[in-house]
C-alpha cells in the first residue's frame, strides 16, 4: 500500500471554497480506485494549512489513478475551480508505506 500525504497552503479567506473542493475529491479518490483517510483543514494554530492523506494499493495503481483522473469530467472541472478562483496557493505530496506491526 501507498499513502500520499498532502500538504496544502490555502487562501484562508476562502476556507469555504477549499472546504467544497476537498469533500467532493473524497468520492472522486474513492470511486477511482483509491481510499480516502479524509482531509484536515485548519482549526487552531496556523490558518492557512491544511492536509489530506488518500491510499492505493501500490504505486503503479496510484498512478493508473492520477492518469485516468486527467480525463474524468468531475476531477479536471474540481481542478478548473482551483485555477479560476486560486484558493489553493501551493501544495507539497509526499508518499509513506505503512509500518505494520
Not at 478548473?80 to 501551493?90: G, P, R
Request: overall charge negative; some cysteine.
Amino acid at each position: 500500500m501507498i499513502t500520499c500525504h498532502v500538504k496544502y497552503v490555502i487562501d484562508p479567506y476562502q476556507l469555504a471554497d477549499f472546504e467544497a473542493y476537498a469533500k467532493a475529491w473524497l468520492s472522486v479518490v474513492e470511486r477511482l480506485g483509491g481510499t480516502h483517510h479524509g482531509y484536515f483543514l485548519p482549526s487552531e494554530g496556523a490558518s492557512n494549512i491544511a492536509y489530506c492523506l488518500f491510499s492505493f494499493p501500490s504505486l503503479a495503481d496510484y498512478e493508473s489513478y492520477r492518469h485516468v483522473a486527467l480525463s474524468d469530467t468531475e476531477s479536471t472541472a474540481l481542478v478548473a475551480q482551483v485555477v479560476e478562483k486560486k484558493f489553493i496557493l501551493s501544495y507539497e505530496r509526499t508518499f509513506l508505506r505503512p509500518l505494520l506491526a
